[in-house]
């Protein structure tokens, strides 16, 4: 058993799930924040009856000031975290002229606001824990018709490796998880119901769960579940920019 708790963001479906539910696997007390509560409460009471803790919280964290209250929160019911799992997020697909300017901006809340202020509070002080993101293969390359979110990506993945290499010498562990198309809510959700995106090389929420976790208590900075996404990362440094940006637009738009 671990001395303090997991957190993980956007716990409530998708990849947030299954990386609740590979932390408890591995004897982790979770502390569960998303804002859909029922289902919060279904996980926590399917873990308490393998003996492990958890914890809900059910918060918007797009609402301005909701990190800040998260840390409260967990101040006031005495509990302590030794990993924060940022994984919340959205995405928006189409042309980004035609997109709506207030999802773009809650795209922009949770994909980067958020994940730096939580992130921030956590390392706040700190000699020792785990901090797990989640960027995408998506942040390698620009992408036509997800152009926010590609971004967002670009960032998560950029900052967390540099993060990582400020703690390179000390007892916190900081690591990216880049998942490739992975079969969750998340496309649908986003609107990519015509999109190319995931109809080949689609992964589980478990893989990519266990493939985070595996890297994390590894020691790993950057974990890309999959051999075909590693090795096409890899390609993707040898691929001039034009064509990966004809690449995006053929295979987030329209089929």
């Known amino acids: 058993m671990n001395d303090g708790a997991a957190l993980i963001t956007g716990a409530s479906a998708g990849i947030g799930e299954a990386l609740a539910r590979e932390f408890a696997r591995h004897g982790h007390d979770v502390v569960l924040v998303a804002r859909r509560e029922a289902r919060l409460g279904d996980l926590a009471d399917d873990f308490a009856r393998h003996g492990v803790t958890a914890h809900v919280v059910a918060m918007d964290l797009a609402t301005e000031g909701v990190p800040d209250r998260l840390w409260d929160e967990l101040d006031n019911r005495d509990i302590a975290i030794d990993t924060l799992v ?14 709506d300017l207030g999802r773009e901006r809650t795209q922009l809340r949770l994909n980067v606001d958020v994940l730096v202020e939580l992130s921030r509070r956590f390392l706040d002080g700190r000699d020792s824990g785990h901090l797990l993101n989640i960027g995408s293969v998506a942040g390698f390359v620009p992408g036509a018709y997800m152009a926010g979110y590609y971004a967002s990506k670009a960032y998560v993945n950029s900052f967390t490796q540099a993060v990582a290499a400020e703690h390179h010498d000390d007892d916190i562990g900081v690591t990216l998880l880049c998942p490739g198309p992975t079969e969750t809510e998340f496309q649908d959700r986003a609107g990519m119901g015509d999109s190319a995106v995931g109809r080949y090389l689609l992964y589980t929420s478990a893989q990519v769960a266990r493939a985070g976790y595996r890297g994390l ?7 890309i579940p999959g051999l075909a996404m590693k090795m096409a990362v890899l390609l993707l440094r040898f691929v001039p920019r034009p064509l990966q940006r004809w690449g995006g637009r053929l295979v987030n738009g329209d089929r």
């Open 217 to 223: 208590h590894a020691g790993e900075t950057v974990v």
């Open 86 to 99: 940022n994984n919340v997020g959205i995405g928006t697909h189409g042309p980004f002229a035609e997109s």
